[in-house]
């Protein structure tokens, strides 16, 4: 198993940004299919992205072009690099770790983080 503890989150002006990182222990995440998701208040956690061992990402279009999701395998963590932040981009942000590669869903996610408190001011 995969133990994941996301850190990074804060509060942040419109159009700033932020960098999220997910350290994982247990388990090398190189091993993984590594998700963000996110969860506003009052709405169902939302996928945003993925990143495989090898380092292939895929964005869905609501955050595509603004976050990006590396990975650094020798300090075992994952990141969620966020640019030009919206106040409806206030959530709490989620890693997941999956041995599914086109893991997109949240049922296809068996290991979670506790997640990080994200709030844009407008």
């Known amino acids: 198993q995969v133990q994941l503890v996301e850190s990074g989150g804060g509060l942040v002006q419109a159009g700033g940004s932020l960098r999220l990182s997910c350290a994982a222990s247990?388990?090398?995440?190189?091993?993984?299919?590594m998700g963000w998701f996110r969860q506003a208040p009052g709405k169902e956690r939302e996928f945003l992205g993925r990143?495989?061992?090898?380092?292939?990402?895929y964005y869905t279009d609501s955050v595509k072009g603004r976050f990006t999701i590396s990975r650094d395998n020798a300090k075992n963590t994952v990141y969620l690099q966020m640019n030009s932040l919206k106040p409806e981009d206030t959530a709490v942000y989620y890693c997941a770790a999956s041995l599914l590669y086109t893991a997109s869903r949240l049922n296809d996610y068996p290991y979670w983080g506790q997640g990080t408190q994200v709030t844009v001011s407008s």
């Open positions: 247990g388990r090398t995440v190189s091993a993984y299919m």
């Open positions: 990143i495989s061992g090898g380092g292939i990402t």
